[in-house]
Nanobody
Framework: QVELVQSGGGSVQAGGSLRLSCAAS????????MGWFRQAPGKEREGVAL???????TYVDSVKGRFTISKDNAKSTSYLQMDSLKPEDTGMYFC?????????????????WGQGTRVTVSA
């Protein structure tokens, strides 16, 4: 049974930093592509960052240079380091994963999701 368990998040002032973690379990095989998504109130869920099974990363333009995604393969855990946070980064953050070589930034193809964690950035 696939499970994604998130930790981290919270409230911070603009310019601050937060770190999110997502531990995956139940995936078989050697491929594990993990991603982070967020959903602001009244808006659709959007992709933020991906780390593919190859180790390559993909970011949405709005977070490039501020967010860093990483993965500990031994622990099947992904991390999202968020620096220089802005109020527009506020929302619920979800991790997702696929047992594929590459995965998309669009959330519609994912079947496995973490429980979500709230990030609030005040001005």
């Amino acid at each position: 049974q696939v499970e994604l368990v998130q930790s981290g998040g919270g409230s911070v002032q603009a310019g601050g930093s937060l770190r999110l973690s997502c531990a995956a379990s139940g995936f078989t095989g050697r491929k594990l592509c993990m991603g982070w998504f967020r959903q602001a109130p009244g808006k659709e869920r959007e992709g933020v960052a991906l780390i593919h099974s190859t180790g390559e990363t993909t970011y949405v333009d709005s977070v490039k240079g501020r967010f860093t995604i990483s993965k500990d393969n031994a622990k099947s855990t992904s991390y999202l380091q968020m620096d220089s946070l802005k109020p527009e980064d506020t929302g619920m953050y979800f991790c997702a994963a696929q047992g594929t070589l590459y995965c998309p930034l669009h959330p519609v193809t994912y079947n496995n999701w973490g429980q979500g964690t709230r990030v609030t950035v005040s001005a």
